[in-house]
């Protein structure tokens, strides 16, 4: 009966520590130091916050990491759908650069039109404004138009 518990006691106490192992084997082929799993998470920064009777609506930026999120941005005065394409895109670069990052670090747009016949003009404008590696992109017309007098907005996620 003694050589028995004995054995059950040493096959535990093997499996604990087999796991034990284990789970420090993981963390360092993954490449996280054990130090790294009690570090606090990255904080949000918020930047432009638009406010409604005093309380916070959404921010015009957003960094996270080495992430940056810029709200739409539009254009509402006079203008061809050119005129305010081009006006959005400066206005997105304006915001990447103040984040810290550029055109040529943008991941991905999201590109809204109040209609779809301007699909063309604003893509002549848009090319080549992203660098040889432009980002992914999604395209739509907004029923019932884009807020405002824009005829576009254009929004974007980057990294730092």
Known sequence: METQRR???????????????LGAATNAVAGTPTSALSEPAAQKEVFNVVTLDDVPLFSGSTKLGNLVFIAGKGYHKEGDIKVHTDE?????????????????????????????????????????????????????????????????????????
Do not use: Q, W
């Open 7 to 21: 054995s059950i006691l040493k096959r535990l106490f093997a499996s604990v520590a087999g796991a034990v192992g």
């Open 88 to 160: 959005v895109l400066k206005e997105l670069e304006r915001e990447l650069i103040k984040a810290g990052s550029s055109m040529e670090k943008v991941l991905k747009v999201g590109v809204f039109l109040h209609d779809l016949n301007d699909y063309k003009g604003m893509n002549e404008v848009y090319k080549g404004r992203f660098g040889s590696k432009p980002p992914v992109r999604t395209t739509v017309a907004v029923y019932g138009g884009v807020p405002g007098e824009s005829l576009v907005e254009m929004d974007c996620i980057a990294y730092i």
